[in-house]
């Protein structure tokens, strides 16, 4: 068998892995995931019923509130929130949250 010159060397099987979640997307679902697991755990169910998180972009991670009371409430709370979220989340890096007031489902 001759040596094809445009043959590609075997790749490992988790650079194959990463390189496929990060062109889908799934590593951000996954963070989704977790940082909703975090801000429930944090603020617990009753408040977790009536927000849900957003992105993290640029370090500023956004949550979404039903109502402006409520957003009124986490704001003046919002030192105490994003220290906890820091300790759960190191690798994320998140330096902000900004709470808007929207439909929550």
Do not use: C
Request: hydrophobic share 35%; proline share 3%; glycine share 4%.
């Amino acid at each position: 068998m001759e040596d094809r010159p445009n043959r590609r060397a075997p790749q490992r099987m988790g650079d194959v892995v990463s390189q496929l979640m990060a062109r889908r997307g799934y590593a951000r679902v996954l963070s989704h995931h977790q940082y909703d697991d975090s801000w429930r755990e944090i603020v617990g169910e009753e408040i977790a019923r009536q927000t849900r998180t957003g992105q993290l972009k640029r370090s500023v991670l956004e949550i979404f509130v039903q109502n402006s009371v409520l957003m009124q409430e986490l704001t003046f709370r919002k030192s105490e929130l994003l220290k906890r979220l820091q300790s759960q989340h190191l690798s994320h890096q998140i330096k902000e949250i900004r709470f808007k007031v929207a439909a929550v489902p």
